[in-house]
């Protein structure tokens, strides 16, 4: 059965029973013209993770709270960095280890949302962009307990 899609005040009332501060930069990732929804993982479902690369900013990489299905092409995505060269980042896949409930969405195109915020983003980033359009999966900090990864930290 199809989960019932959620209004923008029920998905900002979801995160902050979940403990989520930044709220409205979650929100920012999202285009809330599309369905939003809350969706069940079972174990053993795969989902896949973009880290960011070790860099002079980051020096032990990054992992964050977004996800999407091992399905999507990586370029549907929003996120800084997808594609190939130093801004680039690595394909985790993470299996589910225990039941748990997180936010489906769809990612919003950056470069919009960049000049809605009159906003560039320096080089290298802004040749890496997704286009946005595809299925992510946010988790919030209480979820990510409930995901492992073959040989490599969450």
């Given amino acids: 059965m199809q989960a019932k899609a959620l209004t923008e005040q029920q998905v900002r009332g979801w995160l902050a029973g979940k403990g989520v501060i930044d709220i409205d930069a979650v929100m920012g990732g999202i285009d809330t013209g599309k369905p939003m929804y809350l969706?069940?993982?079972h174990p053993g479902d795969k989902l896949v993770q973009f880290r960011d690369r070790p860099s002079f900013g980051y020096p032990a990489g990054g992992t964050s709270r977004w996800f999407t299905l091992p399905t999507f092409p990586s370029d549907?995505?929003?996120a800084l960095g997808i594609?190939?060269?130093p801004a680039s980042r690595d394909r985790v896949e993470l299996m589910?280890?225990?039941l748990f409930q997180a936010l489906e969405t769809t990612a919003k195109n950056m470069d919009e949302e960049c000049k809605r915020m009159n906003k560039k983003l320096p080089q290298p980033y802004d040749r890496w962009r997704g286009t946005g359009g595809g299925t992510q999966i946010f988790i919030p900090d209480s979820g990510l307990s409930e995901l492992t990864a073959p040989n490599a930290e969450i």
């Fill in 83 to 85: 594609g190939h060269g």
């Fill in 96 to 98: 589910v280890a225990r």
């Fill in 39 to 41: 969706n069940w993982f």
């Fill in 76 to 78: 549907e995505l929003g």
